[in-house]
């Protein structure tokens, strides 16, 4: 099983903000969207950073509210690490795993092409332990 079996079953679609505009912007489109993270990007769409949720936090415990008007592109984590379309599910299972990583933008050719979240490695292991499941009982029960 690779990335990109996940992205054609959830859709390649990623929410994209600038390093310019603020946390408190950044804070109202994860909650209106229902996400955890932001993809930054700079004007050619190159990727700059992420912004999760846990950095939010991070920067809210320790600036207080006033961090809101601070820009993004000073709280996000960069570097991104990011995988590939044809990264296997247990490379990045592993990679998320020992990284502490929920989302995991999708590079192909030095593009963004989506993104992963721990939510949808749960989700894709799950239908595919059902499918195999399913397999067996039907070989035991129908032969």
Same mark, same amino acid.
């Given at each position: %099983?690779?990335?990109?079996?996940?992205?054609?079953?959830?859709?390649? &679609?990623?929410?994209? %903000? *600038?390093? =310019?505009?603020?946390?408190?912007?950044?804070?109202?489109?994860?909650? @209106?969207?229902?996400?955890?993270?932001?993809?930054?990007?700079?004007?050619?769409?190159?990727?700059?950073?992420?912004?999760?949720?846990?950095?939010?936090? $991070?920067?809210?415990?320790? #600036?207080?509210?006033?961090?809101? &008007? @601070? $820009?993004?592109? *000073?709280?996000?984590?960069?570097?991104?690490?990011?995988? !590939?379309? &044809?990264?296997?599910?247990?490379?990045? +299972?592993?990679?998320?795993?020992?990284? /502490?990583?929920? #989302?995991?933008?999708?590079? $192909? !050719?030095?593009?963004?092409?989506?993104?992963? *979240?721990?939510? &949808?490695?749960? /989700?894709?292991?799950? +239908? =595919?332990? !059902?499918?195999?499941?399913?397999?067996?009982? !039907?070989?035991?029960?129908? $032969?």
């Amino acid at each position: %099983m690779q990335v990109m079996q996940i992205l054609k079953d959830k859709g390649a &679609d990623v929410m994209t %903000m *600038s390093a =310019e505009e603020t946390l408190g912007e950044a804070a109202q489109v994860l909650r @209106e969207r229902r996400i955890g993270a932001v993809v930054v990007v700079g004007p050619r769409g190159e990727l700059q950073g992420i912004l999760s949720e846990r950095d939010v936090v $991070r920067s809210l415990a320790q #600036h207080g509210a006033a961090t809101l &008007d @601070e $820009r993004i592109g *000073s709280v996000m984590t960069s570097p991104v690490i990011t995988c !590939e379309p &044809d990264t296997s599910l247990e490379d990045l +299972m592993r990679l998320m795993t020992n990284r /502490r990583i929920r #989302h995991l933008p999708v590079v $192909r !050719e030095g593009r963004l092409a989506g993104i992963i *979240s721990i939510g &949808d490695v749960v /989700r894709f292991r799950l +239908m =595919e332990l !059902e499918s195999e499941t399913e397999v067996l009982r !039907e070989y035991i029960g129908g $032969r």
